[in-house]
């Protein structure tokens, strides 16, 4: 083995969270699972034109009752709020919100697109709120919890709290890395006995609850931790100051069951190659990050808030998931349009429809629904935007590919249809599949 390569492997093997080999059987499952429905996919493309996001109405649902289900089991008061941000479509919001959760918003925009869903309970969280967007927060204080980001904006909220003579409910977020980027969300840990002082002070802020939240969370090592922590900073608060504690907010993060699956550029090998400047191409090999169950994720969460919180306070706990409800529920269905070589083909949708060149990194299966086959084959599936960063994949799975084949790629639905942009080309239409009849939402 050559030195750079003998760094390569140990650099690789030495770092945490290092994704495994993709076994192949696991994706043809995977994949059969679609194939098997294929006939309605192509009718939606058939009847709505392509490029298309689909929404599955059953996963939506299942995925919201599994959740709440699994939470409500493992404490005595849980509430779930769905994370909008995650996928904002009105009508994913208002499904969710006539199946039971609440709402969790970030922005003036999402909290009318809440309100306007009847969402009885919304919490909204985020920093830099304007004036603006805490005023419709306390014009609808009945429905409304302001998860306050900053000693500034308890002052903010207070004024216009006062000028309109009311008072709001509110909680205080805290930040769970006090150094690099997270520093932007919520006040430190140390801070919070001095923020509920402060608080005590804004008679027309009723603080109510805490909230924190971690991202990305394979596995709950990040909101234990936390919760610990957390823990820790309520023992040495006042009976006074824990006696207004009435919910603990654990944020989102959940990360879905089937992990993360990325190509072989998102490995730490081909991340230390690229910086030691050997060329590094993606392979045809694909790569999984596990994730744990939801069942574990409630059951480790739920020791922690008994060990740790408690002890200290008695309240309720809220969680916010976005991607694990959302994620499974729309696929994008697209269309061959040329094929430019034997292994390169341009589709009618470009990565616009999702907003991010997501697919250089991540992994997702590309379905020939047109020519259905368990096997993959390599070839680079591109968009149709003058950027050579539009890609949906190097590889499909089908007998052949041709001009005029429909595509899907499944489980699109977190973080794709909220990130869209007006970009060259336009937008998907959006069908809803419910109760097997396909439905076109605006
Ligand atoms: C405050 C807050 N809550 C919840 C979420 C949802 O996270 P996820 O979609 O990973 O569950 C986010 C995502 O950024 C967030 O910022």
Request: net charge negative; proline share 4%.
């Amino acid at each position: 083995m050559c030195d750079s390569e003998s760094i390569l492997k140990t650099a690789s093997g030495a770092t945490a969270q290092e994704p495994v080999i993709f076994n192949r059987d696991e994706i043809s499952s995977f994949v059969s699972s679609f194939l098997r429905r294929r006939d309605i996919f192509l009718q939606a493309s058939r009847q709505y034109g392509s490029p298309l996001y689909l929404v599955e109405e059953s996963v939506l649902l299942e995925r919201a009752r599994q959740f709440t289900e699994v939470f409500y089991q493992a404490l005595p008061d849980v509430r779930v709020y769905y994370a909008m941000k995650s996928n904002n479509h009105h009508l994913i919001v208002k499904t969710l919100v006539n199946a039971g959760l609440n709402l969790d918003v970030s922005s003036g925009l999402e909290l009318q697109i809440a309100l306007d869903s009847g969402a009885a309970d919304i919490v909204f969280s985020g920093p830099g709120k304007t004036e603006k967007e805490l005023t419709l927060a306390v014009e609808n204080g009945d429905r409304t919890t302001v998860l306050i980001d900053s000693f500034g904006e308890l002052e903010l909220l207070q004024r216009i709290a006062a000028k309109k003579d009311t008072s709001i409910r509110a909680g205080v977020r805290l930040t769970t890395d006090i150094n690099g980027l997270w520093r932007k969300f919520g006040i430190p840990l140390k801070d919070l006995s001095q923020f509920l002082d402060a608080a005590k002070h804004s008679n027309h802020v009723l603080i109510h609850g805490l909230q924190f939240h971690t991202s990305w969370n394979l596995d709950p090592y990040n909101q234990v931790d936390f919760i610990a922590r957390l823990g820790n900073t309520l023992s040495k608060l006042t009976c006074e100051q824990r006696s207004i504690i009435e919910f603990i907010d654990i944020g989102g993060g959940f990360w879905p069951s089937q992990g993360e699956w990325v190509q072989s550029s998102n490995t730490a090998e081909s991340h230390f190659s690229s910086a030691i400047k050997t060329s590094s191409t993606v392979t045809a090999c694909h790569y999984k990050r596990h994730s744990t169950t939801i069942e574990e994720f409630a059951r480790q969460i739920a020791k922690a808030v008994r060990t740790h919180l408690f002890p200290y306070v008695s309240c309720r706990i809220c969680a916010e998931p976005g991607r694990w409800l959302c994620n499974d529920a729309m696929h994008l269905l697209l269309t061959v349009l040329d094929k430019k070589a034997k292994d390169l083909v341009i589709t009618d949708a470009g990565t616009n429809a999702i907003g991010w060149e997501r697919f250089e990194t991540d992994y997702f299966p590309v379905i020939n629904l047109s020519r259905p086959e368990t096997i993959e084959h390599e070839c680079y599936i591109l968009g149709s935007l003058c950027t050579p960063h539009d890609v949906w994949g190097y590889s499909y799975w089908g007998k052949d590919i041709q001009p005029g084949d429909v595509l899907m790629i499944p489980t699109q639905g977190a973080y794709t249809y909220s990130l869209r942009q007006e970009f060259i080309k336009p937008l998907p239409a959006v069908v809803m599949l419910e109760k097997k009849c396909l439905r076109e939402l605006d």
